[in-house]
């Protein structure tokens, strides 16, 4: 990320990943990583040494699957998709961050 871009918060890439993988189906990580990009309207910027070890992390909890197929550009890339687990996680990664907006709003708001 640039100097201007802000920091992801330890635990919001996972969510970012399950909720782009819930919304898009099964994508290969570049593909993930551009999705997540383009949400954020670019505030959010991913290389390779942000995106695939959290690829890796989701894969070994068993909430994502990976299997090699062909990219849009006819490349062999590992395509990832949701387990019933994975889906199961998101509610309760969307909970705590909710949890956590809401108690740095509360953070905020103080005077």
Known sequence: MGENKPDILQGTLDLMVLKTLEAMGPLHGYGI???IEQVSG???MLNQGTI??????LEQRGW???EWGKS?????????TLTRTGKSRIA?????????A?????????E
């Open 33 to 35: 990583a551009r999705r």
């Open 42 to 44: 670019e505030t959010i």
């Open 52 to 57: 695939y070890p959290a690829l890796l992390r």
């Open 64 to 66: 994502i699957k990976a």
């Open 72 to 80: 849009e550009t006819n490349r062999r890339a590992r395509f990832y």
């Open 92 to 100: 309760e990664e969307t909970r705590n961050w909710e949890r956590v």
């Open 102 to 110: 809401a108690t740095m709003a509360l953070f905020l708001a103080s």
